[in-house]
């Protein structure tokens, strides 16, 4: 049965990020510590060739890319960016510890978004939604390796709602410019919504994958 490689990769470094600041939606690109991370890592890591590859729409997703698969075929896909943190937004996160909206707003769940923003519901059902596209899209052109190019909380929710073995969204963190390797089938996509996480991405070029 024909198995599909998928990479999940995080985006690079952005000033909002060097600053800690909740930068969901706010379209911003990466610094130039951000830059010379990505570029230092293609020389130590394996990036493997994608056939095709799936960015997120956000500047910083879209530089990352074009950082590591410059000679791949791009496709944006809206519903792999990041959370929108409303009110949040392009805000440190100790400039928010007065605010009742912000307690409250750290003590999670479905249905808890930030005033304006987004709720952890909308954004688990587009997660599912960018999967599904993916691996649909894979199968229909034959595709059988991708690498998505997206957000460090986009990524934990997808492992965590499709991946197996099951694991938390807490439990699978990534630093930028790495992500996980998935493995998927379409008898395991089709019946279960489900694919196999193989383990961290990228490799060391020191390293042999099978």
Request: aromatic share 10%.
């Amino acid at each position: 049965m024909k198995a599909y490689r998928i990479q999940f990769i995080r985006h690079g470094l952005t000033q909002g990020n060097l600053d800690g600041k909740y930068i969901g939606i706010t379209d911003e690109g990466l610094c130039s510590q951000g830059v010379d991370e990505i570029k230092a890592k293609l020389e130590k890591y394996n990036y493997p060739h994608a056939e095709k590859i799936y960015v997120s729409p956000l500047k910083r997703c879209r530089e990352t890319a074009e950082l590591i698969y410059s000679d791949c075929t791009m496709r944006l896909v809206p519903e792999l960016r990041e959370m929108n943190f409303g009110d949040f937004e392009n805000k440190r996160a100790v400039d928010l510890m007065e605010r009742e909206d912000y307690k409250s707003f750290l003590k999670g769940g479905l249905d808890n978004p930030a005033p304006n923003g987004e709720s952890m519901r909308d954004v688990v059902e587009r997660c599912y939604w960018a999967a599904d596209f993916i691996i649909t899209d894979m199968m229909k052109l034959g595709i059988t390796s991708t690498a998505v190019i997206t957000h460090g909380g986009i990524i934990m929710n997808i492992l965590s709602c499709f991946g197996l073995p099951k694991l938390s969204p807490m439990e699978l963190p990534c630093d930028f410019g790495e992500g996980y390797e998935v493995l998927v089938t379409a008898d395991m996509w089709q019946r279960s919504n489900a694919f196999e996480i193989i383990g961290k991405f990228p490799y060391l070029l020191s390293d042999e994958k099978e």
